[in-house]
């Protein structure tokens, strides 16, 4: 195999892990009632149990970061897609709350080496002037995973159940995993790069005095309707608030991801104008992803009408490319996997927030009927509950408004 198809052949592999570690992140949303049948828990419980792959996976994100620096991605991707694997094995046979929890933690801390892994690699063997490309091909293809983990594995669960559905899922991760050991290597000159003495100390002062965390903090609010719908709640809105049976609803989060997958090259593009640019970039996209969510919950539309919404939706979702380049705007070269690690440690803890808060506000306005084993929730609940997305986007919204950039920093 020549030396270009060789290194092709390696991101095709990492591209895989994580188009796979979304499948693992997104399918329990379509199979929520039969979860919360099988555990007999209420939305609260099943709300931590979806955060908790979030909390897993910010955790993991600097530790990673310097495993990569000092190993390269064969080793850490390969142990990573096997934690996600095994946490998706056991799933599938457990008997109790906690070793679901215990595995939705195993998938949540594998998935967190995929994208990082990914990146590496392609720092490693591609030009340089090719990179900014091929991450974001690299990004398409993860939400083509978000959107695979959908409706059709909602077609698997109906099909086969949702205990196996995982267990397959499992399968296909230990082969992946054991395809990028096998097949990925470092270059001949990779050299590991030893972690300058208070080198977290100092990215700590960078994040201070840069500002760094606000952007950090209002771009993790943005992120409700990705991690407190899209991933965990949307499915069960459209069933019980607006009546649609499972098969129309489970199509919701694909529509969101394709929107994401379309709009993540596109305004990849925008991020090469730096400074006011991005920042009012993200400030409209909040602004339009809450009018979005605001005319689903205020009104019954149609299914036609909520697929366009939600491709907006998810297109809009894809501002989070322009996060990272304002971070980079202020932060120098030999700081800046250490920034990315902290900056989306942050984001990713809202995966936990937001749909813990959903939960638990479902359960305080639950009527205190069961259908099946299963909780039900009125609309007026479901719209106090996800309201709290639409406050979050305007929030942070007018907190992107107050943060000044990098340019206007110096001339002020």
Known sequence: MCKKNSVLWMWSLLSAFFFYQFVARVCPSVMADEIQRYFQVDATQFGVLMGIYY?????????????????????????????????????????????????RMMIGAGSAGAFISTSKLIRSWFDESKYAKIVGITITIGLMGGMFGGKPVGFLKNAIGWQHTFFIIALIGIVIALLIFVFVRNPDDFQAIQQENNILKRAWDKMISERIYLIAIFGSILSGPLYGFADSWGVSY??????????????????????????????????????????????LSGFFMAICMAIIFATEPSFGMVAVLLGILGFFCA??????DLVAERTPKNLAGT???????????????????????????????????VRVYSATAFTIALSTIVLGLLIGAVGFYFIKSASQKKSA
Do not use: H
């Open 238 to 283: 459209f069933k019980q608030a607006l009546g649609w049976s499972g098969d129309l609803a489970e199509y919701t989060s694909t529509i969101v991801y394709g929107g994401m997958a379309l709009g993540g090259p596109l305004i990849a593009v925008l991020a090469g104008q730096k400074g006011q640019s991005n920042r009012s970039i993200i400030i």
């Open 319 to 324: 501002y989070q490319v322009l996060i990272f």
């Open 339 to 373: 920034m990315i690690g902290f900056v989306n440690m942050i984001n990713m803890l809202s995966g936990f927030v937001f749909p813990y808060l959903v939960g638990s506000l479902l359960d305080c306005f639950w009527s205190g009927e069961i259908l099946e084993g």
């Open 55 to 103: 909390a897993a996976y910010a955790a993991m994100q600097v530790p990673n970061g310097i495993m990569l620096d000092l190993y390269g991605p064969r080793y850490v991707a390969t142990v990573c897609c096997i934690l996600c694997a095994f946490g998706c094995l056991i799933f599938s046979m457990a008997d109790s709350w906690f070793l679901i929890k215990m595995a």
